[in-house]
């Protein structure tokens, strides 16, 4: 018999916070690649647990805590500091994550500060330490930091420290609870929270690399990074390229390259008063004579060969032979400022997040039979864009399916492929550039003033308040906006114009679709399976023939449940049309992309 969906699903409702029917959470476990579940050889040591009122201790492995699983069940949600950790063991207890909704305190915190706290600021030591003036115990603590596995740390050690642990949860979670419900945030945070079960899974799967793809390119980068070597050392009379103080007089004395100047003139220097030879400024520089083009062609192209095979290809080629090609990522949700995911890498270090396009082919499904399905939001930075600025000239753009592509190109002068680099660089704040380019934002600019105008209301609101609410509730702050006597430029302008637009689209709108995929996939006889998700895509494997309910869930999940949660949720009728491209294929990203668009009286005021 197929499950329903839950509750906190089918009618989602951050009221449920309210509830006092909590249960707090934390586990002590061996330590190997940090206590991680998905570690078969790591097991618990130690659980914790508050709920109605009662402290639980209970020393023992994971088959061995059916009190917690029990009560589990009955709690509204269950409140943890990183709660994704806490997850994924209890599914190893037997817990069906589908049913469980969080309240993570770290996520909290980092809703709370916007884009203010990120990564280690959000530590349970460091929160409670802020909010409460405690600490945790300094001994243990040192103790699991320095490697020693919590198993050998003495019995009543381990347990004060846990228990201590519980208590700091849930008294950041009584305050945090009060402070977003005032500040208007718990829809923010459900949302967040209900990411945090579906990423505990997609973990578990990760992703296959098809060797039969990747050696080749591996083996055709090293040579022709090997010989490029030769050739760049050959050019620069052999100084060390690493050295910045080397680079910069071969660059700036032999080749006699203009160093980058500021809008007042001024050379664009290092704090220590050197030239700059980072890649960026070098790639900023205009090569005129022969001789500085033919440097600058080769050492480009040693630096991006070293990119591609210290970043991937190399990896890449470690997983296929020491792995069998299978590779997986830790999704993040508390480490960018503005909201969206960020992935870091496990065994082989390779983050998930911004594989360059190029890779994708090197990717299959585990089944040699099944397929690899992506499915993404159409064009939907620039929706959102179009429905924050309500701007109807882009409105009629997108129902009239405009290429707006090709009119980029017109203008710049260059290929569709290359032109989509530019064309929604104008959202970010973009204005620099080759003089067709700046044209182009100019362009972009006067045709679509709901969006310009409203990204300027943001930019002006900063500079008087120093934050923004978001429509959604999500509050960024930039206490350090000033704007530029001479030139009237404000500072932080691109972030003030990027953050909204890519938080409501890849903080907000992707991850609501993948809630909702990972659910109806959880709640079906479907055998395929969530291993990624992209900023603005879901990329799934399946069998041949679910090929058609890949494609209809992807319809339903990254349109028709968005409009409907957005409403509900956050109270915000979305006048965009949302769309989505869906394709399968025996690699990842290839194959015939099928383009779904969201029927008008979704979004038809």
Request: proline share 3%; hydrophobic share 35%; glycine share 6%.
């Amino acid at each position: 018999m197929m499950r329903k969906l839950p509750n906190f699903i089918t009618t989602p409702d951050w009221t449920c916070y309210n509830s006092e029917n909590y249960l707090v959470l934390d586990f002590e476990t061996t330590g190997l690649t940090k206590g991680s579940a998905l570690n078969p050889k790591n097991k618990i040591i130690l659980a914790v647990w508050s709920y109605q009122g009662k402290t639980k201790i209970k020393w023992a492995g994971e088959y061995y805590l059916q009190e917690l699983v029990a009560d589990c069940k009955q709690a509204d949600f269950i409140v943890a500091h990183n709660a994704k950790f806490e997850l994924q063991w209890l599914e190893r207890c037997g817990v069906d994550l589908t049913d469980i909704l969080v309240f993570d305190t770290m996520i909290a915190a980092y809703v709370l500060g916007g884009n203010r706290l990120i990564g280690s600021a959000l530590s349970l030591d460091k929160t409670a330490e802020k909010e409460l003036g405690e600490k945790k115990s300094k001994l243990v603590s040192k103790l699991i930091k320095s490697g020693v596995c919590p198993s050998q740390i003495p019995r009543q050690w381990l347990e004060q420290y846990c228990l201590i642990d519980v208590n700091l949860c849930e008294r950041l979670f009584e305050k945090y609870r009060l402070r977003c419900k005032e500040l208007g945030l718990l829809p923010v945070l459900y949302t967040r929270c209900l990411l945090t079960p579906v990423l505990a899974d997609i973990e578990k799967n990760g992703m296959m690399l098809n060797p039969v793809r990747v050696d080749p390119l591996w083996h055709e980068k090293e040579k022709e990074y090997e010989r490029l070597t030769i050739e760049l050392n050959t050019i620069t009379g052999g100084i060390n390229t690493n050295s910045p103080k080397q680079l910069g007089e071969y660059i700036y004395g032999t080749l006699g390259f203009k160093e980058l100047t500021d809008r007042r003139g001024n050379l664009v220097r290092t704090v220590t008063g050197r030239p700059k030879t980072n890649l960026d400024t070098i790639y900023s520089l205009k090569a005129k004579t022969k001789r500085q083009k033919n440097f600058f062609a080769t050492y480009k192209r040693c630096r991006e060969l070293h990119n591609e095979l210290t970043k991937y290809l190399r990896k890449f080629h470690n997983c296929v032979s020491d792995n069998s090609g299978l590779i997986t990522g830790s999704f993040n949700q508390c480490r960018t400022r503005t909201h969206r995911l960020s992935s870091t890498g496990q065994e082989y270090n390779t983050q998930f997040q911004n594989f360059p396009r190029i890779y994708k082919k090197l990717f299959h499904a585990k089944n040699p039979e099944w397929l690899i399905g992506e499915a993404d939001g159409s064009q939907l930075e620039f929706r959102v864009a179009a429905h924050l600025g309500r701007d109807t000239i882009a409105l009629n753009d997108i129902l009239e399916g405009r290429d707006i592509h090709s009119v980029t190109a017109d203008i710049i002068g260059c290929s569709r492929q290359d032109a989509k680099a530019h064309t929604f660089k104008p959202l970010y704040g973009g204005r620099s550039g080759t003089l067709n380019e700046r044209k182009y934002y100019d362009f972009f600019r006067e045709k679509y003033t709901g969006i310009s105008s409203t990204q300027q209301r943001w930019v002006d609101t900063v500079l008087e308040r120093k934050s923004l609410k978001t429509e959604w509730g999500l509050t960024y702050y930039w206490p350090d906006t000033n704007m530029d006597a001479k030139t009237g430029y404000v500072t932080n302008t691109t972030a003030i114009c990027n953050y909204p637009v890519q938080a409501l689209a890849t903080a907000e709108i992707i991850p609501i679709a993948l809630v909702y995929f990972w659910h109806r996939l959880k709640c079906s006889d479907l055998k395929m399976q969530i291993v990624n998700t992209v900023h603005d895509s879901i990329i799934c494997e399946l069998p041949e023939d679910e090929k058609e309910e890949f494609m209809r869930l992807s319809q339903q999940c990254l349109i028709e449940d968005v409009y409907r949660y957005l409403q509900e949720v956050y109270g915000i009728r979305f006048t965009v049309p949302l769309g989505c491209g869906v394709k399968t294929g025996t690699h990842w990203s290839e194959g015939v992309e099928k383009k779904y668009e969201a029927s008008t009286e979704l979004f038809a005021a």
